[in-house]
């Protein structure tokens, strides 16, 4: 054998395991999902349905409904029936005797009712919006460890199928080597590229066990019967968007939705405190029936009464301050969160586009790189070209399709992200 063959021999065998793997890994990025998995929008639903705020939403609800009928009754609060029983019996025992018998009504104070209604109006609002709120932030956890999920299958894809190729390979040079057509350090060097790929594998499966888990840490129903080293393909992106689409074209956010009905609910309770500035008045109207000795006949008389509490004073200062406080701070928080909404919008619309540039290129170059392989390997068959070049030519084909898988996903990703930062919800 000649000398610089013998020295080129382990740079070609790294070479030729890199080319065999290349069509391994187009064929493990563009397989199509296999049917029956969970989808995105699936993982959602099951984690929102275990969600506190999903299971206590009902009774918010039943809450802001009992307070709006307390808001739309005649009185602020129920009637109190009042008894009263005076004698005389402990000091002298002439028979002196009084019973009476009286209603106490709270009255509301002028304008008190409207903007009592008006409160639960706005708590009411506050509570669906406070849900939907949560929604959105259950889907940003959601969508990040879905994609996390979905990026770590499509890299154990890859990593099997490059294990797959490592072992044809191996068979291969051990066959040509019993034959005498290799060296058994090319043998060595086969089974060393089936050792390595098999290292990776095995990392790549800790690697979707690991995001699988935090999936089921979600919604463990949903993805319960899912491997961690099922085969997969690409998952189905969510619906593509408009790149003019905005925010306000869509719907209002639901963060700032949430933000607004909370300053709504300050400013209604503010109004509120306002008008309370003395607790409630009360019409009171009793009978009584008394005599003034033994004997007596019982007289019947009937009590009309109104009591008029004094102003709050320096507490009712204290719960107006407190209320417009809220309306302030609320206010506030709404400038800053719709200008962050507004930057991460933007961002996300920006991402989404260099990444269909990305992908635009990685595809051409996979498409260039599949061509110029097939070139090559023309001209490797007729002896035109020496082994050391065909091996670079496939190595190039194959970190192009890597590219241009990992490219795909990170689309997906991106069209996820901006529809996240514009408020909707998985689809």
Do not use: C
């Amino acid at each position: 054998m000649h000398p610089n063959t013998r020295t080129a021999f382990p740079v070609r065998r790294a070479l030729l395991a890199a080319a065999l793997i290349a069509t391994a890994l187009g064929a493990a990025a563009q397989s199509p999902a296999p049917a029956g998995e969970p989808s995105l929008k699936a993982l959602f639903d099951a984690a929102w349905a275990r969600q506190p705020e999903a299971q206590a939403l009902q009774a918010r609800r039943e809450a802001s409904t009992a307070q709006r009928r307390a808001a739309e009754s005649w009185t602020p609060e129920p009637p109190s029936l009042e008894l009263n029983h005076r004698t005389d019996r402990l000091l002298r025992n002439d028979g002196a005797r009084e019973f009476e018998l009286g209603v106490s009504v709270p009255l509301w104070l002028p304008d008190e009712r409207r903007r009592s209604a008006a409160l639960a109006e706005a708590e009411a609002a506050a509570v669906e919006s406070h849900a939907d709120g949560a929604r959105l932030r259950l889907a940003a956890v959601v969508r990040e460890a879905w994609w996390q999920w979905q990026r770590a299958r499509i890299d154990a894809d890859i990593a099997r199928g490059q294990l797959d190729s490592a072992q044809r390979l191996a068979a291969d040079v051990a066959r040509r080597a019993r034959a005498g057509d290799l060296a058994r350090a090319d043998q060595h060097q086969a089974d060393g590229a089936v050792a390595a790929a098999e290292s990776g594998l095995a990392q790549a499966e800790a690697a979707v066990a690991v995001a699988l888990q935090q999936v089921r840490a979600l919604a463990a129903e949903v993805v319960a019967t899912v491997e961690p080293t099922a085969a997969t393909g690409l998952p189905t992106a969510e619906p593509e968007l408009d790149p003019k689409t905005t925010g306000d074209e869509i719907a209002v956010h639901p963060a700032l939705a949430e933000i607004q009905a909370r300053a709504s609910v300050a400013e209604r309770a503010a109004a509120l405190a306002a008008t309370k500035t003395r607790a409630n008045p009360e019409l009171t109207l009793a009978t009584t029936r008394d005599r003034g000795a033994a004997g007596e006949r019982y007289g019947q008389t009937v009590t009309l009464a109104l009591r008029i509490p004094f102003g709050a004073g320096a507490r009712h200062d204290s719960r107006l301050a407190a209320a417009r406080a809220d309306v302030l701070e609320a206010e506030a928080q709404l400038a800053i969160d719709r200008a962050r909404l507004q930057a991460e919008q933007d961002a996300a619309r920006a991402r989404v586009e260099a990444t269909r540039v990305q992908l635009g290129a990685a595809e051409r170059r996979a498409t260039l790189a599949r061509e110029t392989r097939g070139f090559f390997d023309k001209s490797f068959r007729l002896g035109e070209t020496d082994l050391p070049t065909r091996l670079r030519i496939e190595a190039e084909a194959a970190e192009a399709e890597r590219q241009a898988a990992r490219s795909r996903i990170e689309l997906a990703a991106a069209i996820s992200s901006w529809r996240q930062a514009l408020g909707l919800l998985p689809q």
